[in-house]
């Protein structure tokens, strides 16, 4: 098998026994040669193939260059061919033994074959630069060049062919939003009907746009996916609780419905927390939780505050990347030694980041170090003042670089976390074994020697206790069969207060509860009815949900399914509300609140829910487990690096 199609055949997967190959990001199937599929992942329009919507970044950048290597192969090869074929010495024709108005007819097919490449070159070249010209004029980001709707609009206007002519304006504003609308709320529709079944979580949060104006989102969320209801202008407004309570029951009531809401999950402000009680009082089913991602971030502000060894570290981190980005003389300098790489820097809503700046200069320490011992270092003005000499003297401190590293090894099970939690797939059932396993890994660095891991420990149980734990994290743990058949989760105390939670709030009827603890206890005692043959092998290859939805028989475990299916279908964080604040800030542009209000609304739906759409790629009937071994696995390997989320990066380096 030829190297780069052996690199496509890991993204991609043949479909039985015929020639169809499925992409495994979109899940699309097609017809054709491995070939094409480079195209297919590489975002590239031609070739007959749609382009993947799904792809993720790095894969179509090994497909483009893919492409791109195949091409000057391609064009290198011809050239030979037309050299050999028009050569006095070659062996294949010898020009010399033809005829006149046969040499001739070749030498024509060869110039207008020639012309007619040159002539297409021509025409890209000008395409090109029409497309740049309109990104430069309207200040559009370059980024928006590797947007899927930007490579499916063009490969669309393409097939038209010549004469094709944009919509005016006012056909984007109305008939076009219009349909666009349409296909927003056909998604949302979709993820709805799965309510029923798997009920959904409400998440809202409040947020300040560029213009300093107050805004408050809302929600709903299951595994099947992410839709946005609903938002509100709150300037003028008392953000108490009872304000929050009233706007998230009215959006519920709306566009939910009270009975398919399972749990409620907001940021940790005293006015939501204080909110999240009224809607309990209100929904007496419905779980109040926190955000399991919000959580571990103050966790890792916790820990920069009260361990100084950590403070004094990341500190002094902020220093050299405050020193190197503020001159660009001084930023060339490292970017000569680091051969272009960055350091990173915080975002204004992640603590987390920055641990992942501190991380970004320890991986670039040996550069660093070279770089303030060079003569382009000394010959700068800028490392003449005090803080230069501040920033030369920590880069070459060893303690620096010793404390840095044993902090990014501590820090990194607690990022794991985080990431997990972030991640498609990560419902409540994982919380708990998670939040456990970081804390082993902490002390499992550190050789059990308690006077070094307990003071993280500390804040860990105290954020777990104050703002994270709740028993529906415990039952859920208990009711996911991986954890739970591998005896990684144990029915103890705290899966019986789980228990006891779930039959004062989920069930109504003494026969629903009375039913439930029966097959509670089947499930307990591990019995064959439930961990069959076929669950037991299903065990390790489906996600909990998905295990209780397909292997469970319904007549027999009513109940304990219900209940099952409802918890592990839960996101455990808000995280999408976050990812979103850009999409729905975009849609509210000094120039764009100028709109009819009805024209705006319709808008931020169509954006926000397109948006949700193109980024949730989760096929839950094919859903993996997620297994929770690299938690408080050391070494760390390179996987585990503390990134956060790769499209973070533009604020993180903005």
């Known amino acids: 098998m030829p190297k780069d199609k052996g690199k496509i055949w890991e993204h991609c997967e043949r479909v039985g026994t015929g020639n169809k190959i499925k992409c495994k990001y979109c899940k699309e199937e097609f017809s054709c040669s491995i070939a094409r599929m480079k195209f297919h992942l590489g975002g590239k329009v ?36 037309i050299s050999s074929s028009s050569g006095l010495g070659s062996q294949t024709t010898n020009l010399i033994d033809l005829s006149v ?28 630069l029409a497309i740049g010209r309109f990104f430069i004029a309207n200040n559009i980001a370059f980024s928006v060049a590797r947007s899927s709707e930007f490579i499916n609009a063009i490969g669309a206007v393409a097939n038209h062919g010549p004469g094709y002519k944009p919509p005016s304006s006012e056909t984007i504003r109305t008939k076009l939003l219009c349909d666009l609308k349409e296909e ?88 939501y927390n204080a909110a ?52 660009t003389h001084v930023l060339d300098c490292m970017r000569s030694f680091t051969k272009g790489k960055e350091l990173k ?24 170090r070279f770089m303030v011992a060079s003569n382009e270092w000394r010959a700068l003005s800028q490392t003449k003042t005090v803080d230069g000499k501040e920033v030369s003297y920590i880069i070459q401190d060893t303690l620096f670089w010793e404390d840095g590293r044993e902090i990014i090894a501590v820090i990194a099970p607690l990022v794991k976390v985080l990431r997990m939690v972030d991640s498609e797939g990560a419902t409540l059932g994982y919380v708990y074994e998670a939040m456990d396993r970081a804390k082993e890994a902490i002390s499992k660095y550190y050789d059990g020697v308690s006077v070094k891991y307990e003071p993280y420990w500390n804040i ?51 026969v629903e509860k009375g039913a439930f603890s029966s097959q509670m206890m089947d499930y307990i005692a591990f019995e064959s009815n439930i961990f069959s043959s076929f669950g037991k092998l299903a065990i390790h290859s489906r996600h909990p949900s998905q295990w209780w939805k397909s292997v469970i028989v319904v007549d027999k475990f009513l109940e304990i399914r219900r209940i099952a299916l409802r918890l592990l279908s839960q996101p455990c964080s808000a995280s999408a509300c976050e990812r979103n604040w850009s999409a729905f800030e975009a849609a509210h542009t000094k120039k764009r609140n100028r709109l009819e209000p009805k024209t705006l609304n319709d808008l931020v739906f169509v954006r926000m829910n397109l948006h949700l759409k193109k980024t949730h790629t989760l096929q839950t009937d094919t859903l993996k487990p997620i297994y929770l071994d690299h938690i408080n696995a050391f ?19 903005n």
């Open 46 to 81: 031609g070739k007959d193939i749609k382009v993947c919507n799904a792809v993720p970044d790095s894969v179509q950048t090994i497909a483009r260059g893919l492409i791109e290597e195949a091409g000057k192969k391609g064009k290198k090869c011809g050239s030979e061919n």
């Open 101 to 128: 108005e046969e040499h001739d007819r070749q030498i024509r097919g060869v110039y207008q074959s020639t012309v007619s490449t040159l002539i297409r070159k021509k025409e890209k070249e000008a395409a090109d």
């Open 184 to 271: 927003a709320t056909e998604y949302v529709n979709v993820i709805k009907s799965s309510w029923v079944e798997t009920g959904c979580t409400i998440m809202s949060d409040g947020w300040k746009d560029q213009r300093n104006r107050n805004h408050i989102n809302l929600l709903a969320s299951s595994i099947k996916g992410t839709v946005f209801l609903c938002s509100e202008t709150t300037e003028g407004k008392v953000k108490d609780a009872k304000y929050l309570a009233d706007f998230i029951l009215r959006g519920i009531d709306e566009h939910v419905g009270r009975e398919n809401v399972v749990q409620v999950v907001t940021d940790n402000a005293s006015n």
């Open 276 to 327: 999240g009680y009224i809607l309990e009082a209100q929904m007496p089913h419905v779980f109040k939780t926190n955000c399991t991602a919000r959580c571990l971030d103050l966790i890792l502000e916790d820990i920069d505050r009260e361990i100084l060894k950590v403070r004094v570290t990341i500190h002094k981190a902020r220093d050299i990347k405050n020193f190197i980005y503020k001159s």
């Open 345 to 368: 820097r915080p975002a204004s809503t992640r603590f987390a980041t920055n641990f992942l700046m501190l991380e970004s200069i320890i991986n670039l320490e040996q550069s660093l």
């Open 460 to 510: 860990i149980d105290k954020r777990w206790a104050d703002n994270l734990h709740h028993p529906i994290h415990a039952i859920a743990a208990l009711l996911n069969p991986h954890l739970y058949y591998d005896k990684i989760v144990k029915h103890d105390e705290e899966t019986s207060k789980g228990i006891a939670v779930v039959l004062q709030q989920m069930l109504t009827t003494e």
């Open 635 to 653: 070494p760390n390997t390179e996987e585990d690096n503390l990134i956060i989320e790769e499209q973070g990066e533009e604020e993180i380096n």
